[in-house]
Every structure is written in structure tokens, then in C-alpha cells.
């Protein structure tokens, strides 16, 4: 019982810091687009119900308007069609959202080629330095992707071939989902598999994999070049949707200051 209050006392002096790993959600958050003829999500809006007038005197509030896999988001089992019997956002066990963060850098990797492409050599490379992943952790993917993330087109990096991000391969998507005991990943992209992803086998690995092993993902995240390799506690805060595929979700780090 005595961890609690340690926790707190850090908090307060100063020596844990809390690092935000969530982009803001607005209108101008890029979003996923997908090629016909499949259908997309809504972008995020928000409507002003009232402002201290006539509708609401005293008080100002909006509605909002958004697809569940927009911004900063979490997808959930029942996402793909691999976890269809699985868990929805609302019924991931609340000790699966809390865990060790290890954050893995391939930002030298994709300067020189967005498509670049994780697989399992790199994560066992990484374990090879750092030791195991631990239980109950969220691998944290940084790619640098983060500075597009005011720009859409930059972002999803379209042209006529496609969508052009770094992601995983089908065989790093399947050895994660299988040999490791994570919670899930989080990458800096708009979504878990790369832009390509379509043409890999199965398509869209990450999502197939993962999600179906009940495991989960994270997208769009920033901040991770303020976490160290290891050692930090992650906080991932989805609303509990009943039903819901996947949900925005406030992400946050713990990290020791030396």
C-alpha cells in the first residue's frame, strides 16, 4: 500500500513528470482516408449548443461529432474481423490500460524511406540492448511521424500508389500478437499498420494480429522522444464505449526525472 503515496510524493516535488502523449482533437486532426469503394469515418467537429445566452444563461456546451478511430485513438478486438468475438473498448480490463512503456526509435530509418517497414529482427535487436519487454507493457513505436501531424497531406503521405507511412511487416505483426506478453503498441501514424499495409499478407497485419491475440493499439501519438527507451509508466485513458470499436483516448506517461 505504501506505493501510492510514493507515487504522490513524486508527484508533488516534482521528480516524476507527466508527459502528455496525446495530439489535440480538432476539426484539422488528419484522419484516415480509405480508397473506394469503402466507406469513411466523419472527421471530428464540434457545435456550440450554447455560449451564457438565451439557450444556456449560465453555462456553455457543445455537441460533438467524430468517428470512433479519429485522433489519438485506441482500436479495440471487435475493430477487425480477427477479434469480432472479442472485447469492445468499454470491456478492456482497467489494469491492461496501465503499464510499463518501452519506447523503440526508428526515426533514422524512415528519413530516408517512409514505407520502412519494423520486423522482428529490430525487436529482438532492441531486447538483445535493453533486456525483455516486460509483462504487461505497451511498445511504443517513434518514427518522427509526429511532425507531420499539422499538415493532412504530409501526414498520410498519398500519391497515386497509395499511402506511404512506416508500419510493420506481416511477420512482426504475428510475432508480437503471439510470443509477447504486451498489452499493445502505439505508433505516431494515423493508423497501427503502415499506409501500404493493403498489400501485405494478411492485409493490414498489425490490425489482423494484434486485435485478434486481444491486444490493442494506439495511434497518432507525440511526445515519445521525451520518453526513455524504458522506464516509464504509461496511462491509456479511452472512453468506455459500449459497443465501440475503438474510442479517442487520453494518453499519458510517468517519467523519473534524474
Known amino acids: 500500500m505504501s506505493a501510492v503515496p510514493e507515487i ?8 516524476v513528470e507527466i ?17 473506394d469503394p469503402f466507406s ?3 472527421d471530428f467537429s464540434i457545435e456550440e449548443v450554447s455560449a451564457y445566452n438565451e439557450p444556456g444563461p449560465f453555462w456553455k456546451h457543445h455537441n460533438i461529432h467524430t468517428g470512433e478511430h479519429i485522433g489519438t485513438h485506441i482500436d479495440a478486438p471487435i475493430h477487425w474481423i480477427s477479434g469480432k468475438d472479442g472485447k ?10 496501465i503499464g510499463p512503456a518501452v519506447v523503440l526509435d526508428f526515426t533514422a530509418q524512415t528519413e530516408t524511406d517512409p514505407d520502412f517497414l519494423i520486423d522482428v529482427e529490430h525487436l529482438v535487436a532492441w531486447q538483445e540492448e535493453h533486456g525483455p519487454f516486460p509483462a504487461n507493457s505497451w511498445l511504443l513505436f517513434r518514427t518522427g511521424w509526429e511532425q507531420y501531424g499539422h499538415d493532412k497531406q504530409a501526414f498520410l ?11 510493420f511487416t506481416a511477420e512482426c505483426a504475428k510475432w508480437i500478437a503471439e510470443e509477447l506478453a504486451i498489452s499493445g503498441i502505439g505508433v505516431e501514424t494515423v493508423g497501427i499498420d503502415a499506409g501500404n499495409a493493403a498489400v501485405l499478407e494478411p492485409p493490414f497485419p498489425m490490425h489482423y494480429f ?6 490493442y493499439g494506439i495511434t497518432s501519438l507525440k511526445n515519445l522522444g521525451k520518453l526513455p527507451a524504458h522506464g516509464a509508466l504509461i496511462v491509456v485513458a479511452p472512453l468506455p464505449v459500449v459497443g465501440g470499436t475503438g474510442a479517442p483516448t487520453r494518453v499519458l506517461a510517468m517519467v523519473g526525472k534524474n
Open 8 to 15: 504522490l510524493a513524486a508527484l508533488a516535488t516534482g521528480s
Open 19 to 35: 508527459v502528455d502523449l496525446t495530439a489535440p482533437l480538432s476539426a484539422d486532426t488528419p484522419t484516415l482516408v480509405l480508397p
Open 40 to 42: 469513411n469515418l466523419i
Open 88 to 97: 469492445d473498448v468499454s470491456q478492456i480490463a482497467p489494469e491492461r490500460l
Open 157 to 167: 503521405n498519398l500519391d497515386e500508389n497509395g499511402s506511404h507511412t512506416p508500419g
Open 210 to 215: 494484434l486485435l485478434g491475440a486481444d491486444k
